[in-house]
Structure formats: structure tokens, C-alpha cells
């Protein structure tokens, strides 16, 4: 087994990994990680090619006081999301439509408010699906952004307070799969998957991991 050290990426030697303690030992560093933590070497090698090419609709920005990793939602799902929605904002349209001013039945139209406002909730998905992106800003107020553009939600996370980093994959009730990636450092964070395809949500994982380990001083070096 082959790992490379999340903060100098020297070779770690195999006298220096205990697997069943689940620890290793970098000399050069002079610190100790936990291997579940460390990418092995074919995930390594993965990554610096990700880092010099990164998938379409993924980007890695760098500058002198940050580092920007980002993926964006849209994808060939966004397409039966935008018919779905259509037809069934069309339909509700058209029997809100029938109810308030063909049959004048006002009392009827409140019923319809559910469909309305899931209206409503399908267009938001349909914009985050054709237009949406996820960013981690990775700075001295490192953030995690999720929306359309610059309206979304923003949270803040100490970058250096990192314990670890994996991602989740769940069958939901509905028949769906959930997938999220989870950061744990004083709180647990989620960045859901949603309308991201394998080789972005990848992308986005294996960088994050790439970098855990490293100060943000490292990093934007």
C-alpha cells in the first residue's frame, strides 16, 4: 500500500503505516495521519491529473489569497426537470385558471395552494439545475456556497479544524439516491449532489480530501 502525505505529498514510506491502527507517520513532516484520511496512490495520481484538467463543468482558481474549487449543477437530468415542470406548472395553470374565473369558485381555489407553491419550489429546482453551482472558497474566511449565480447560501467553516471529510450515498423512500459529501470539523456540514453527475461529485470529493490536511497558507502558496 502506497500513500502520499496530504501536506508535503512525499511518498510515505510502508514502515512508517500501521493499518490496523489506522495511522501513519510522515517523516518529513514530522506529524502523524490517519490513513482513512490520505488519498492512496492510484487516488493521488487521479487527482494531480484532475488538477491539471479538471472535468467539464468543474474549475480549480487560484490567486494569491485563495483557492476557488467548483463544480456547476447543470447536466442532461435539467432537461426531463424542465418538461416535468412545465407540465405540471401548465396543468395547475390551467385548473387555477378554470376554478377562479370560469367557475368563479374562490372558496375551491384555496385547495389548489399546495400545487401552486410546489409550482413554485419546481421552478427554484429547475434554475439550481440548469444554472447552479457549488464552491468551496478555501481562504482565510474559507466558505461553502451553494445557489444560482451570486443568490444561494453561504457557510462559513474553520478550514484548519477539518477532522475529516467522506461522502454518503442513500436510497431515499421515494426510490431516489441521495448523495452528499460531509466535512466534520467543530460541526458537521452536508454539500448535497443534487443535479451533479459521478465524475464532478468525484472531482469535488478528491480535491476536498486532497487538500484537508494542508494550512490555507499551503494551499494558496
Known sequence: MKVYCPKCKSLISSDEINISENVC????CNEIFSISNILDEEEHDEVEGMLQNPPKGAWIIKNYNNLLIGVSTHS?????????????SGFIYFAVYDIVFRQKALLMSLFMLPFVLATFYLI???LFAFFGKIEINICSDTYIFIGVGKIGKKRFINWESIKKIWKSVARESEGGIKKEIFIEEKKLISIPLKFINDD???FLYNILRYYMNNTIEDIIR
Do not use: D
Open 25 to 28: 507517520f510522515c517523516k518529513k
Open 124 to 126: 427554484k429546482e429547475t
Open 200 to 202: 464532478k461529485g468525484k
Open 76 to 88: 442532461k437530468e435539467s432537461i426531463t426537470i424542465l418538461l416535468f415542470n412545465i407540465l405540471f
